[in-house]
């Protein structure tokens, strides 16, 4: 790390004189001897035995990414029945999606700050809480201002991702980081994929709040389940939270977003959507420049400046509008009635259904991802996954006639974006200080959620502009309005691809500084060493 970068400070929790716990393998080889500089740094760390088996956890936060992820998608197949279920407008509706995008992105970077100052795994958990609360919401109600709140809350929860790759990567031993970290991060794919399916079916066959009640059942559960089996981790970074740098973050990203997702309905060109990308770009540029001033900053920008870092959150912005689009087009478009020439007539479950292979790819291959990692590292990977992607696309145009091609080319596209959602976290990982993991993660997931956004407002000015006349008046898209869209998330494949080629590094620091947990890297091998870089940037 350059030394002109300073590292946070991570503090332990405090551990009894008495008889001292045992402490997960990860954690105790990162605890920093600037911090805990009563012990003695000739000697060599005994290797500890982790207090809970991290099988347990792995599966644990995995099961929670499912949940979390599916609670964005699984009102999709409800939006349009809620005018007539709620009496609301189709555009008030519509927030039930756009509410859930806003907070999501507001409170990952956010939260991931909290876990990293406060601890992660109660912050989690206070994530799940606000996502059961969020669920009852939209379970006893009918009110469509009640039902965009919930929706928010469980928006938020989002957070719970890169709160478990954080915590993975403090408590797992070496070797199990990468594979462990990879299918933590490709659950937002994997649940956006079984949501569609399993709220199609609740909603032709139960009423439509069972789903809501459903998703609160599971979130306790999963809250009883964290507390059983997932650790706390010991590291903490010092310092003061940054709430000025979180309001300045929130308020850029709120006026963005909207822009993004609004301004197909209130046009582009309007004085509401303009006003908000110009005050989005000044209040981005006063974050910043605050940003760079503090010193625990919400985003250490310096740090992000790396290209390590910044050419990775940027291929995670290219990675999410791809894969976004395979989500939003294939349901839609085996939907669209015969008579359009293209057109399957397909029912909602069995659209729903057309994207579970792809959750099912995503659940195999996420291991494959972390082995290839391992290998020849994480770079290699996400390349690999822009170039499956972009083939996936090329499928999805010329074979738009049948039912299993169109889920063929679906499941190719989720392939793809398995070895990417897997590979970008051991990405954000090898460029950031260990102390600084949540929040970088959250940033990474945030980009994704900004590519999504951007891809949903893409393949709805191209689906509205690109319509004609069927049988009985209907204005339906045309089969090159779904064309475009492939070849524009294709082209998104292969931009991510060439921004992967530009990173810097190879196996050697994916092996190394990856499993080894960052900065710490020789911490590991040597307790005489632990924390050597930390000390060294100290002393400078």
């Known amino acids: 790390m350059p030394a002109d970068i300073p590292a946070p400070d991570l503090v332990p929790d405090p551990v009894p004189t008495s008889a001292p716990d045992p402490v997960p393998t990860a954690a105790a080889d990162l605890v920093p001897t600037a911090v805990a500089n009563t012990a003695p740094t000739s000697a060599p760390t005994s290797a500890p035995t982790p ?3 991290p099988r347990f956890a792995v599966g644990v936060l995995a099961f929670c990414g499912v949940v979390v992820a599916v609670m964005q998608t699984i009102v999709v197949p409800l939006l349009p029945h809620i005018p007539k279920l709620t009496g609301a407008t189709p555009a008030a509706a519509s927030w039930l999606v756009t509410v859930t995008l ?14 990293d100052m406060y601890g992660k795994r109660r912050v989690l958990v206070a994530s799940l809480m606000v996502l059961v609360l969020g669920s009852v919401l939209c379970a006893i109600s009918s009110h469509i201002g009640v039902l965009i709140t919930g929706r928010a809350l469980q928006g938020a929860a989002i957070a719970v991702v890169p709160l478990g790759i954080s915590i993975l990567r403090d408590e797992l031993p070496p070797e199990r980081v990468l594979s462990a970290v990879a299918l933590m991060s490709s659950t937002l794919g994997i649940g956006a994929a079984i949501g569609l399916p399993v709220a199609a079916l609740v909603v032709e066959n139960f009423d439509w ?20 089996c997932v650790p706390e981790s010991p590291l903490r970074t010092r310092g003061r939270f940054d709430a000025v740098g979180a309001l300045g973050l929130s308020g850029a990203l709120v006026c963005l977003l909207l822009a993004v997702t609004q301004g197909s309905d209130w046009g582009w060109t309007s004085g509401r959507t303009i006003g908000l990308l110009v005050a989005a770009f000044v209040v981005a540029s006063a974050w910043g420049a605050y940003e760079l001033r ?9 740090v992000s400046a790396r290209p390590a870092v910044l050419l990775t959150n940027v291929a995670a912005l290219l990675i999410g509008f791809a894969f976004y689009a395979n ?17 399957l007539g397909a029912s909602l479950v069995v659209s729903g259904l057309c994207l579970l292979p792809g959750g099912v790819m995503m659940v195999a291959l996420s291991p494959v991802s972390a082995r290839i990692s391992r290998a020849y590292g994480p770079k290699v990977s996400l390349a690999l ?11 999805r145009y010329f074979t738009s006639h049948s039912l299993w091609l169109i889920i063929a080319g679906a499941t190719v596209v989720a392939s793809g974006t398995a070895l990417a959602y897997s590979a970008l976290p051991a990405l954000v990982m090898r460029g950031v200080p260990v102390g600084e993991t949540g929040a970088a993660n959250g940033l990474n997931t945030l980009m994704r959620s900004i590519g999504q956004a951007c891809c949903s407002a893409t393949v709805a000015a191209v689906l509205s502009g690109l319509t004609f006349r069927v049988g009985g008046g209907l204005v339906a898209p045309t089969l090159h309005a779904y064309q475009v869209v492939f070849l524009i998330a294709g082209g998104a494949a292969l931009a991510a691809l060439l921004v992967t080629l530009c990173l810097p590094g190879g196996r050697t620091a994916a092996a190394g500084t990856v499993e080894s947990g960052g900065d710490t890297a020789g911490a590991r091998k040597d307790g005489a060493r632990t924390t050597s870089v930390h000390e060294t940037q100290e002393t400078q």
Do not use: C
């Not at 709040?209 to 059983?228: E, P, Q």
């Not at 503090?294 to 310096?302: A, C, K, N, S």
């Open 51 to 53: 207090a809970r088996n």
């Open 294 to 302: 503090v010193p625990t900053p919400m985003v250490d920008l310096r």
């Open 385 to 395: 996954a822009g170039g499956v992607i972009a083939v996936g696309y090329v499928v």
């Open 327 to 343: 989500s939003l087009v294939t349901a839609q478009m085996v939907q669209e009635p015969k008579e359009t020439g293209y057109g």
């Open 102 to 115: 806003l907070t999501g992105a507001v409170f990952t970077p956010v939260l991931g700050r909290v876990g």
């Open 209 to 228: 709040h069972t789903m809501f009640w459903v998703s609160g059942a599971i979130g306790v559960i999963d809250i009883l389940l964290v507390l059983r």
